[in-house]
């Protein structure tokens, strides 16, 4: 997350991070130790999704929905000052609100083509130990992989 983050903020870009953390705030500053994560956050650079403020719940959970609230975000980003948006969020964060794991494999290649059709990058981030049984299935709905932070093309990649 550390370069994706760091390369985005001084880039101009609109970055929005949901962390599966207590104290967001505080990991945002341990895990961007060069800049200044209030000031970014009160010029609007910089959200943070939190685990008490999730988008759905698993009950109300569609990936159109999900869609809709990203597609709403990088509009409004790109209305105003910033020409990109950068997503990145933990599993922590955003699996509580995903009914199962056919879901996670739907949105997240949904998020693939939602990606490609905008001047958005995303990062989704996985702890391999979570989430190690499925990783080949979830590794097929991304163009584009970073394993222990080398980036290569990725020889599964199945188009949705």
């Not at 983050?5 to 929005?16: D, F, I, Q, V, Y």
């Not at 800049?35 to 159109?64: K, M």
């Not at 222990?148 to 990649?157: L, Q």
């Amino acid at each position: 997350m550390r370069p994706f983050l760091t390369e985005g903020m001084s880039a101009g870009h609109k970055c929005l991070l949901g962390l599966g953390e207590p104290n967001p705030w505080q990991t945002v500053r341990t895990l961007l130790p060069t800049l200044d994560p209030e000031h970014l956050r009160s010029a609007g650079q910089l959200d943070v999704l939190e685990t008490h403020e999730p988008q759905f719940s698993s009950d109300d959970f569609s990936v159109p929905a999900m869609l809709e609230f990203w597609t709403d975000v990088t509009d409004e980003a790109q209305a105003g000052e910033y020409e990109a948006v950068r997503l990145t969020a933990e599993a922590r964060w955003w699996s509580p609100q995903l009914p199962q794991s056919d879901a996670l494999i739907d949105y997240e290649a949904a998020l693939s083509t939602f990606a490609s059709e905008r001047e958005v990058a995303i990062l989704s981030v996985y702890d391999i130990e979570d989430y190690g049984w499925m990783l080949v299935d979830l590794m097929k709905t991304h163009p584009r992989v970073l394993v222990n932070e080398v980036e290569f093309a990725n020889p599964y990649y199945a188009r949705p």
